[in-house]
């Protein structure tokens, strides 16, 4: 049976797709390790006079292993169209004895991001509800140390950008006004 290499894949896929479906492919196999940018671009290299081969530059380009599941691959896009600034990714922040790892973080606006899918809450065997109190605390110690601390969840980030535009700028408003 004729298969392609997960390279390969992911070009097909950034070259025939929607940009955020082939952001979210290409997260997922940079983070799963299953290729890597390099093997991309050489697999790009071969395709270059191909249909949707920008894109596909453009999808590797933008790609990060460091996302860690569709909703922030999609987040990442949905930023960039609004036009903020790119955020680090899932940067660490230590306070005291505990750490506590971010998904997105605008350090020069004191503003960190969450997009938050409903499995993290839904699973009963993981108590939900000591998840969502340990959120809590962290939103708190977090905003004590000068953070705007925002959460989307999938029907914000693919359903209303408007709203995640506003949260975002007036957060930022926010956060640039504490260190001023």
Same mark, same amino acid.
């Given at each position: ?56 530059? %453009?999808?590797?380009?933008f ?9 922030e691959?999609?987040? +990442? ?21 505990e ?10 606006? +004191? ?23 340990? %959120?809590?605390? +962290? ?29 975002? +700028? ?11």
């Amino acid at each position: 049976m004729p298969v392609t290499t997960v390279a390969r894949t992911v070009i097909d896929i950034a070259r025939t797709s929607p940009f955020p479906a082939g952001v979210v492919t290409a997260d997922s196999a940079l983070h799963l390790r299953r290729t890597s940018k390099d093997e991309l671009l050489a697999v790009l290299g071969d395709c270059c006079g191909w249909r949707g081969a920008k894109i596909a530059a %453009q999808v590797i380009e933008f790609a990060d292993a460091k996302a860690e599941s569709a909703l922030e691959s999609i987040a +990442r896009v949905l930023f960039r169209d609004l036009g903020f600034p790119p955020p680090e990714l899932q940067p660490w922040i230590s306070v005291g004895a505990e750490e506590f790892r971010l998904d997105f973080r605008w350090r020069e606006y +004191r503003t960190i991001a969450e997009v938050d899918g409903a499995v993290k809450y839904a699973d009963l065997t993981k108590d939900p509800a000591g998840r969502a109190i340990a %959120q809590l605390r +962290r939103d708190a110690i977090l905003r004590e140390l000068g953070y705007e601390v925002v959460h989307f969840t999938w029907q914000d980030i693919t359903r209303d950008p408007a709203r995640v535009a506003a949260v975002l +700028r007036a957060a930022f408003r926010r956060g640039s006004s504490e260190v001023a």
